[in-house]
């Protein structure tokens, strides 16, 4: 496989993405080698330089090493939402187990959050409520923790052209911002103190909080989100609202975004 470059580095280089692009998790330095058939001092060598330059990522709750944004933006007009999903997938596996609830990836498709990704407690906590945000479904962003976290972080005259028609404006529960000027209000703290929250606007009873991901340009791509009972004050919101900024600021990190 590497010799039949004409340039090893280059083709062994070249394998090491391939490989590691089929995988659907991390995969350890030695199991690199060994299914490749390369020395182990050269696997390092490689993964040390795809590392350096963004290409490769080294997740250290698996040991592991996985595509790093790089190599998705060289394919992002394809999959334009791969990348983001594998690279948050283990950060979010790490919070819903902290936290026991479920975690969210959303995006913006227009003045709507779409949930990619969900990410169950390994033991559900009894009691907890089912929720709307499964994956795939679109909800109106002004009302989810999600939409509201990235719209928080976008300009104003970005949010202005999202909501142009006053019937944007829904209430699911009579709660909500009523119009532009009213989301640009509650928007402003948000965007100062780094996540969003919304009590009882998607669904009654419930609350939830967000945090943006940003990528390598620090453009606010996506959010990572959690509800819980809003009514039953069993757990204090702060530890919640630390691991999440925590998680969204990880996940970006891995997309090449701030702290990078």
């Known amino acids: 496989m590497a010799g039949s470059s004409a340039s090893p580095a280059v083709g062994r280089t070249l394998d090491i993405l391939t490989h590691l692009a089929r995988q659907p998790g991390a995969v350890g330095a030695a199991a690199i080698a060994r299914d490749l058939e390369l020395p182990r001092s050269t696997t390092y060598h490689l993964l040390t330089v795809l590392e350096e330059r963004g290409f490769v990522l080294r997740l250290p709750e ?154 390598l340009h620090r453009q606010p791509v996506a959010a990572l989100s959690c509800t819980w009972r809003a009514r039953v004050p069993v757990r204090d919101q702060g530890p919640i609202v630390a691991s999440l900024v925590a998680g969204a600021a990880e996940v970006s990190r891995r997309l090449g975004g701030p702290g990078a």
């Open 62 to 215: 698996s040991r592991g090493w996985a595509l790093g944004a790089s190599a998705y933006g060289l394919t992002s007009a394809y999959t334009p939402h791969e990348g983001l999903e594998r690279l948050a997938r283990a950060v979010m596996r790490s919070l819903a187990a902290e936290l026991g609830v479920a975690v969210h990836l959303g995006i913006l498709r227009g003045p709507l959050t779409m949930y990619l990704l969900k990410e169950a407690p390994p033991v559900p906590v009894e009691g907890e409520p089912s929720l709307v945000t499964a994956v795939g479904v679109l909800l109106p962003a002004h009302l989810t923790a999600s939409g509201r976290a990235i719209l928080a972080q976008l300009p104003e005259a970005t949010v202005r052209a999202l909501y142009t028609r006053p019937g944007d404006f829904v209430s699911r529960t009579g709660r909500g911002p009523r119009g532009l000027g009213d989301l640009l209000g509650e928007l402003a703290p948000e965007r100062e103190r780094g996540w969003s929250e919304e009590v009882e606007l998607v669904t009654p009873g419930l609350r939830s909080v967000g945090a943006a991901v940003f990528d």
